[in-house]
């Protein structure tokens, strides 16, 4: 009788030995294809790491010679090229960073009150009392011939001119104003010996002239645009022995105004350099502008003036007062 055989002892009794010996062949082959490339590898990466420790060290070798050339450097300062172009040594005067910063132009709202020097412009204020006598015609004449000198004198840059209009009676009988601009003291000294003034001018003024009142200061040019300008000039003598820190209190003072008034439109002020001998004793001009008689009306009756009213009292010997539209 046939003996059977099951599945699954014709399976254990097949052979594996030449699987085995296939995989084994094949492992040796892969083995003998990606070794060198593992290897190439492996020494790529020995490479690359050895570079990069060599450019760490060059670095840290060039930062130590950089620290110690700059060692030297102290006792020695690095020439600086000024605008000029020429090198400042070493007994120019080193630029602060404060000084820097001082320079820088401030923008304000209002005008600035304090003036900076290249920016300053020469007012030359006159004011006229005339004759009872003289007729509405003289003056007209004397205040056209005036009003044709700006046509004629080059250095006048700026003109204007109006007549007496303030509420509060401190203009001591002065009835035209005028507001005469130059760039500079040079201007001022062509315009006063020029034929024009001395001549035409004067020849009109002279028969008609009662006084005249002259503070010449430096101004701003303000920048705000104003269509119709109503001048308010303010006008100080001080008392002899007056003290000066008290003063410079009634000029702080009176600078601060426009930043309490809203109505001051522009403001400028200055001290007398007139050359002429005819401001009475005046030393400061303070020219306040408003652009209507409301304006006005506002401000001289605002606490912040009052409050500078009582400030200036102690000090003050004679105050004038002139105001006009500036045409």
Not at 121 to 135: C, G, I, K, Y
Not at 280 to 295: L, Y
């Amino acid at each position: 009788m046939a003996r059977s055989v099951s599945a699954s002892s014709y399976q254990l009794k097949w052979p594996s030995f030449p699987l085995r010996q296939k995989q084994n062949g094949i492992r040796i082959t892969m083995n003998s294809f990606f070794m060198p490339l593992l290897q190439l590898r492996t020494r790529l990466a020995q490479a690359a790491r050895l570079s990069n420790q060599m450019t760490v060290t060059a670095c840290a070798l060039s930062m130590l010679f950089f620290g110690a050339s700059l060692s030297g450097c102290d006792s020695k300062p690095v020439p600086v090229m000024a605008e000029s172009g020429n090198t400042l040594g070493e007994s120019d005067e080193p630029v602060s960073e404060a000084g820097l910063i001082e320079e820088q132009p401030v923008k304000t709202d209002k005008e600035p009150t304090v003036n900076d020097v290249d920016e300053k412009l020469l007012r030359h204020a006159v004011f006229f009392s005339f004759n009872e006598d003289s007729t509405e015609e003289n003056i007209a004449g004397v205040t056209t011939a005036f009003a044709a000198l700006p046509s004629k004198i080059d250095s006048i840059v700026d003109f204007q001119w109006g007549t007496n209009n303030s509420p509060e009676n401190l203009d001591d009988g002065f009835t035209h104003g005028f507001l005469l601009t130059f760039k500079d003291e040079a201007g001022r000294e062509v315009y006063l010996p020029h034929p024009a003034h001395t001549g035409e001018f004067a020849d009109a003024l002279r028969p008609h002239m009662k006084d005249v009142f002259v503070i010449d200061y430096w101004g701003t040019p303000h920048q705000n645009e104003i269509k119709k300008e109503l001048k308010h000039a303010v006008f100080f003598k001080f008392k002899d022995g007056a003290d000066p820190a008290a003063v410079k209190k009634v000029e702080q003072a009176f600078v601060a105004l426009p930043e309490k008034i809203d109505s001051i439109k522009a403001f400028e002020w200055g001290t007398n350099n007139s050359p002429e001998s005819h401001d009475d004793g005046f030393t400061h001009c303070f020219m306040v502008t408003f652009d209507s008689e409301e304006g006005r009306e506002v401000y001289l009756p605002h606490p912040d003036h009052l409050a500078f009213v009582e400030v200036l009292k102690p000090v003050l010997d004679k105050v004038r007062v002139i105001d006009f539209w500036a045409q």
